[in-house]
């Protein structure tokens, strides 16, 4: 059943009165008759029709042809998905994408989330102010481009000379002329290494805000009642932060499925992403096949393909959020 | 007055920042006359080379010339970009090796530079002009850039440390010869079990150094007619050579990188040998100035006796684009910049590049002796070498196939890592067939939009 309440329009404006109609169970909409909403919304939707929609509708479109620039472009069907389909190197490209968000999910979150959780920790004066330096020092390596990160790790694993290298070497004698950009089974190992550096403190962000949000007194409560800190942890903080660490598992996945500038920076000295191509992913491959090989309806494709990748998995973690709210 | 402002004052600010800022825009543009000629780079030595030659061009022909540098990536995807959206282009710009083939991938009419094939034979430039050098600028018979240079490698070395040795480089001739040397000269000095001396400089993973390797045995990626060329038994026989000596227990060959480890490596003496294009020994002088005097130059070995002693790496053209206003203009800048005798001796001596302009190398400039290479004659040496320059030739997928070969080369020193000599040789052969079957598929997907009129 739905109901329509009309309100008085704000004084001074020309329109007729606002129709407020409400769904039963849900979110009541409000329908505003004067034009000034919509003069404000036009710049927005405009500048959105011209650089959003209409983009991804001839990217669509794109995707079934095989071009040169505007001026030259050959119809192919489904031709760029059977041959982005039989393509190994799209193979290791997704391949190595996958490798990369699993390792961002599984090490980087829950290593941002287990600092958060030791700098929400301790209420004392001096606490509170080192709190807020580590925050600083770990949420600073975002503060920095990727490129320059890229580089910058470039150098640090540079064999012999590299200080990571060394510094291994003077801890467990190993690692002194390891090429981790040269060597295969360790380029992926490279490149989270230096996402943990530069993401670790941005996601750490968000769960220091979450758990500040957490009710102690359940928390008291649960330790009263005998829970260990693990119990604790796992039926009463995390419940109470999940929205946030759902939140968080799109962001990375999202970002892991984006991960594009960190590979461009680190193995740009190799032709192609690292030995075998153990440093492709589906953006960097994306970037060689529409502009290093100039060939946009394959691009698209490939666009195309990530982008239903990225709906899928966020649509498969909203389920699983929306199951365990229930 | 701000309150009666028909949607308050926000929006009253915005639209004041927005007209202050229009009109902060339109007083600070420019308003000196545009240039009649732009010409893009993407090399700072060229940059500088060339704005120190055009006052005397622009005073002879009455006319106006900037130069602008732009990094070499951006240079590249910008000019597609400006080329097929049919926007303002540069009238001149260089372009780098493997990429021609980029910007002619589409049927001739969407080809974006001029074609100076006519110009150039007009102008003698075929026969005054080493004849390898316009291989990589030819696309379907055409020419469609100007040769700047022709980058003959040469063989550095630490003349100081290599004489403390002993060692007589006059005598090696050949690889065989080189790896011998090589051999004996990769030590562990002071016995803490990590070698301190290699005997020459080399990527693991291929990159330039197969890459050079292939083009002195005469292996380009590609032939003339486009079709793949790299799949030969010569290949299999460099790669394998380079897995050996980039792999195995006994390797002499240790990657040294770039930029300060380069130098680094070299002033240490980790490494002795390093292959030197022209290019990079002016490169060298200014990063590594405490080696002045310690540097000699010898040509590559060859791989047979009598064979081959040198390669290429890197290159410069300079191409026209087919919408520039003034077509003579820029075929005369062209040929002053890239081919007046005059100028390319005081430019030579600034970057020790040698130009492709056979004449040229009588001027004295190529005769005189550099302290840093320890009083030999570089131009000369150079130059001795630069007839004998492997060709190399244009595709649209030029840099796909140095990544599919070094993707070859990777897969192959995984497999000779774990399984040794064992099988390795047809593990080349397969891996050379199926970098060879994927460059095939996408040539033929290139073909379809090349024969589309």
Not at chain 1, 153 to 167: D, E, S
Not at chain 1, 178 to 202: D, N, Q, R
Not at chain 1, 250 to 256: A, E, K, M, N, R
Not at chain 2, 397 to 423: H, N, P, Q
Request: hydrophobic content about 45%; glycine content about 8%.
């Amino acid at each position: 059943m739905q109901s329509v309440v009309e309100l008085e329009a704000p004084a001074g404006e020309d329109s007729g009165p606002v129709s407020v109609s409400k769904k039963k169970l849900g979110r009541p909409r409000r329908y505003y008759k004067g034009k000034t909403p919509y003069v404000f919304l036009l710049p927005y939707l405009v500048l959105t029709s011209i650089f959003f929609v209409y983009p991804f509708i001839r990217a669509i479109a794109l995707a079934f042809y095989q071009t040169n620039g505007p001026r030259t472009k050959v119809f192919v069907g489904l031709d760029n998905f059977r041959f982005l389909l039989n393509d190994a190197i799209f193979h290791t490209a997704l391949w190595n994408t996958i490798v990369f968000t699993c390792c961002s999910i599984f090490l980087q979150l829950p290593l941002a989330l287990g600092l958060a959780m030791l700098l929400n920790s301790g209420q004392s004066k001096l606490e509170n102010r080192l709190k807020g330096f580590f925050r600083l020092i770990l949420f600073s390596p975002n503060l920095v481009g990727s490129i320059f990160v890229g580089v910058l790790f470039g150098v640090l694993l540079t064999p012999r000379y590299g200080l990571i290298n060394r510094t291994l070497h003077g801890l467990v004698g190993w690692g002194l002329e390891k090429h981790w950009i040269e060597t295969p089974a360790l380029v992926m190992p490279a490149l989270v290494l230096t996402s943990l550096w530069l993401y670790v403190g941005f996601n750490m962000v968000y769960f220091l805000a979450a758990l500040q949000s957490v009710d102690k007194e359940l928390e008291q409560a649960a330790r009263i009642d005998g829970a260990n800190p693990w119990q604790v942890f796992w039926n009463v903080t995390l419940p109470s932060i999940r929205h946030v660490v759902i939140f968080v598992v799109i962001l990375s996945t999202v970002g892991s499925f984006n991960l594009f500038e960190l590979p461009l920076a680190m193995l740009n000295r190799t032709n192609g992403f690292g030995p075998d191509n153990t440093g492709l992913t589906v953006i960097t491959y994306l970037n060689e096949i529409a502009y290093r090989s100039g060939d946009l309806g394959l691009g698209s494709a490939v666009g195309w393909i990530v982008a239903l990748l990225i709906m899928s998995c966020s649509f498969v973690q909203f389920r699983v959020s929306k199951v365990s709210d229930d | 007055m701000l309150d009666r402002f028909p949607y308050g004052k926000a929006p009253l600010v915005l639209l004041v920042i927005a007209v202050l800022s229009s009109v902060a825009f339109a007083a600070t543009r420019s308003s000196e006359r545009p240039a009649d000629i732009v010409i893009a780079t993407f090399a700072s030595n060229h940059y500088q080379a060339y704005k120190d030659a055009l006052p005397k061009f622009e005073q002879q022909h009455g006319v106006t010339v900037e130069v602008q540098q732009v990094d070499f990536q951006s240079l590249e995807s910008r000019l597609q970009s400006a080329i097929v959206a049919n926007t303002e282009v540069p009238d001149l710009a260089e372009i780098s090796e493997g990429t021609l083939g980029f910007f002619t991938r589409g049927p001739e009419k969407d080809f974006g530079f001029m074609d100076l094939t006519d110009l150039v034979k007009r102008d003698g430039l075929d026969h005054r002009v080493v004849e390898a050098r316009y291989a990589p600028w030819t696309v379907r018979g055409r020419v469609y850039a100007l040769p700047h240079d022709v980058h003959p490698v040469m063989m550095a070395y630490r003349r100081d440390l290599v004489e403390e040795l002993g060692i007589d480089v006059s005598k090696i001739e050949t690889w065989a010869d080189f790896v011998a040397m090589g051999r004996k000269i990769t030590k562990d000095i002071d016995g803490d079990g990590t070698i301190d001396r290699f005997a020459l400089d080399l990527p693991k993973n291929g990159q330039w150094g197969i890459q050079i390797l292939l083009r002195q045995h005469g292996i380009d990626f590609f032939d003339a007619e486009g079709n793949v060329a790299f799949n030969t038994p010569q290949a299999v026989e460099t790669f394998l050579w380079y897995l050996h000596e980039t792999r195995s227990p006994e390797r002499m060959s240790y990657e040294a990188g770039w930029g300060p480890n380069y130098t680094k490596a070299l002033s240490d003496g980790l490494i002795l040998f390093t292959m030197l294009p022209d290019w990079r020994s002016g490169s060298l002088e200014v990063d590594a100035p405490k080696l002045k005097g310690k540097m000699g130059l010898m040509p590559l070995p060859a791989w047979e006796k009598g064979g081959r002693r040198t390669s290429t790496w890197g290159m410069t053209g300079l191409t026209i684009s087919k919408t520039t206003k003034h077509p003579e203009l820029a075929w005369e800048l062209a040929k002053y910049l890239y081919y007046s005798k005059e100028d390319l001796g005081t430019r030579f001596l600034a970057n020790n590049i040698i130009p492709p302009l056979k004449e040229a190398w009588d001027l004295p400039a190529f005769h005189t002796k550099n302290a840093y290479y320890s009083g030999q004659q570089l131009g000369l040496e150079y130059a001795r070498l630069a007839p004998q320059v492997p060709p190399l030739f244009a595709s649209p997928i030029y840099k796909t196939a140095a990544a599919k070969v070094d993707e070859a080369l990777a897969r192959c020193a995984i497999y000779y890592d774990e399984s040794g000599e064992t099988g390795l040789r047809e593990k080349v052969e397969a891996e050379l067939d199926r970098a060879e079957a994927y460059l095939k598929k996408w040539s033929d997907r290139f073909a379809v939009l090349a024969n589309k009129e």
